[in-house]
């Protein structure tokens, strides 16, 4: 049996060169690309710097509008400045100013470049009750939400003490007292001693309300003015009804050297 024969395949060599990597060369050209894709990143960044932590984005200014309660001047020294318009803790400002019991909202704005804006709304202050030796303001549904201690009120050169002494004054001789919280007089009450004041101011300008006085119950009130004129009202009747009358006595001559006038009786007047 015959061997077979074995065959022979002629192969070509393959040649590998430049197996290590070469040195890469930058040319100018490729540096102008990188640079071209860089660049961009580059301004970007820059700007965002500049946004959030450049001298230009720094509180310098705080302003606060609503404020008559609370003095604008602690709110603006309770927000430190200086620091990036975008780092302002606006939810602790609202948290701290809503402690307070005159406040019912707060919003906290940025006025680009440098001004942080507080607006601040309070809680609808009608009336100043005093009882003994404390005073408390009242809201619109008689509620006491502030008291002071009368020897020591605001002084009428602060926000606060100008507002004060813009409210009416209710001097309540039954000394029962009015604690924070405490609902002291009726929303009814309040309307008609803010229409005796619009009232007086229309009619009777001359005539300043320096405060009023109740007693036990808030029904019969007595107006005290400047020309020393004491004034009996009815808070159940109208108020512009009782304030013309007094108006009409004036101007017929009815009131000269008199010290009180009691309008409590629909259309009768005694004048003392």
């Known amino acids: 049996m015959r ?14 060169g430049n197996l290590q990597p070469r040195a890469r060369q930058w040319s100018p050209r490729s540096i102008v690309v990188i640079l071209k894709k860089v660049l961009p990143f580059a301004v970007a960044a820059g700007l965002l710097y500049m946004l959030v932590a450049g001298p230009a ?48 909202q707060v919003r906290v704005l940025r006025g680009l470049p440098d001004t942080i804006l507080i ?52 001097i309540d001789r039954s000394g029962l007292g009015a604690m924070v919280g405490q609902q002291v007089a009726s929303s009814l009450f309040l309307t008609f001693i803010g229409e005796v004041q619009a009232k007086m101011s229309e009619h009777l300008p001359e005539y300043r309300v320096t405060s009023y006085e109740v007693g036990a119950t808030t029904y019969d ?35 000269a050297g008199a010290q009180s006038v009691d309008l409590r009786v629909d259309r009768w007047a005694y004048v003392k």
């Open 3 to 16: 061997t077979p024969r074995r065959r022979y395949v002629r192969r070509t060599p393959k040649i590998y």
């Open 221 to 255: 009130v007595t107006m005290m003015t400047k020309p020393g004129v004491k004034v009996s009202l009815n808070s159940l009747g109208d108020a512009g009804v009782q304030v013309r009358n007094l108006a009409r006595l004036e101007r017929d001559g009815k009131l």
């Open 57 to 104: 984005f720094r509180v310098k200014h705080i302003e606060v509008r609503g404020a008559s309660l609370i003095e604008p001047g602690a709110i603006q020294d309770s927000i430190p400045k200086g620091g990036s318009i975008w780092t302002i803790p606006k939810d602790r400002i609202s948290s701290n100013l809503l402690q307070n019991p005159a406040v019912n």
């Open 119 to 170: 607006e601040v709304a309070e809680r609808d202050a009608r009336a100043f009750w005093v009882t003994g030796e404390k005073g408390s303001v009242l809201d619109s549904n008689g509620d006491s939400f502030l008291e002071y201690g009368l020897s020591n009120l605001p002084s009428t050169d602060t926000v606060i003490g100008k507002t004060l002494d813009e409210l009416p004054h209710i």
